[in-house]
């Protein structure tokens, strides 16, 4: 199924808006190919993002593989350093 990251083309958050575009930035340059959702176009869209994450205050960006949650930002930061992402996007 692939990769999916959850995000918002609507924020205030400078905070969130550099996490999105950092995850990003880092898929590209793994060449991992990664499907954006847009939470911004719908509740039911940020609904089904929380419910899959577990989490009903969960913020963009969130991270997916299939329906498979394997974070959010933090733990897609922590696994960069550890030069773990494939193992984060559970792609192993």
Known sequence: MGVKL???TVTAS????SQ???VMRILDSKSIPYELV????????????RSKAGNPTAV???IFNGDQY????KMFS????ADTVGDFLKMA
Do not use: F, L, W
Request: hydrophobic share 25%; charged share 35%; net charge negative.
């Open 78 to 81: 922590e696994a960069v350093e």
């Open 14 to 17: 400078r905070e969130v808006k």
């Open 6 to 8: 959850y995000y918002t």
């Open 60 to 62: 963009p960006p969130q």
């Open 38 to 49: 847009d939470i911004s176009v719908g509740n039911e869209v940020r609904e089904e993002m």
């Open 20 to 22: 999105q575009a950092e």
């Open 70 to 73: 394997c974070g959010d930002y």
